[in-house]
C-alpha cells in the first residue's frame, strides 16, 4: 500500500521537532481527517536554511511533512513555493490516492509558514487557500 520512502519518512521523520523564535510559522488542518501540521522556518537572506514540522495525523501525514521539510530546506523562498503537493508525493514515490490530501496539507503548511514570514516582514502576502476547505480544486492533480 505504501511505498519504502513513505514508510521510511513515517518510522524515521526528517526534521521533527520546534525551531526557537521560528521566522516563519505555518499551522494548517483538514477537519475531514483531523490531520494537524505546524511547519516552522528559520530564514536568513530568503532563504530556508533550517525547517522543522510537528504532524499530527496518519503515517502518510507524517511522512509527506518529512518529506516536504527535506524538498524545502536550503531553497529560497520562490523555489520552497513551487514545492507543489505533487512533487512531495512523487519524491515519496508515490502516494495512495485516498492519501493524496495529506501532501496537500504538506504544500499548504510550507506556504502558510513562508506566508507568515512575509507579512512579518512587512512584505505582500501569499493568497492562501482558506483552510478547513476539502480540497475540490486539487482533483486535477489526482
Do not use: W
Request: proline share 4%; glycine share 10%; with cysteine.
Amino acid at each position: 500500500m505504501y511505498s519504502e520512502k513513505v514508510m521510511d519518512h513515517f518510522m524515521n521523520p526528517r526534521n521533527m521537532g520546534e525551531i526557537e523564535n521560528p521566522d516563519g510559522v505555518g499551522m494548517v488542518g483538514n477537519p475531514v481527517c483531523g490531520d494537524m501540521m505546524k511547519i516552522m522556518l528559520k530564514i536568513e537572506k530568503d532563504v530556508i536554511i533550517d525547517v522543522k514540522f510537528k504532524t499530527f495525523g496518519c503515517g502518510a501525514a507524517i511522512a509527506t511533512s518529512s518529506m516536504a521539510t527535506e524538498l524545502v530546506k536550503g531553497r529560497t523562498l520562490e523555489e520552497a513555493l513551487e514545492v507543489s503537493n505533487k512533487a512531495v508525493a512523487e519524491a515519496l514515490d508515490g502516494l495512495p490516492p485516498v492519501k493524496m490530501h495529506c501532501s496537500v496539507l504538506a504544500e499548504d503548511g510550507v506556504r502558510a509558514a513562508i506566508n507568515d514570514y512575509l507579512v512579518k516582514n512587512g512584505r505582500p502576502g501569499l493568497e492562501l487557500k482558506e483552510s478547513g476547505h476539502e480540497h475540490d480544486h486539487h482533483k486535477e492533480d489526482h
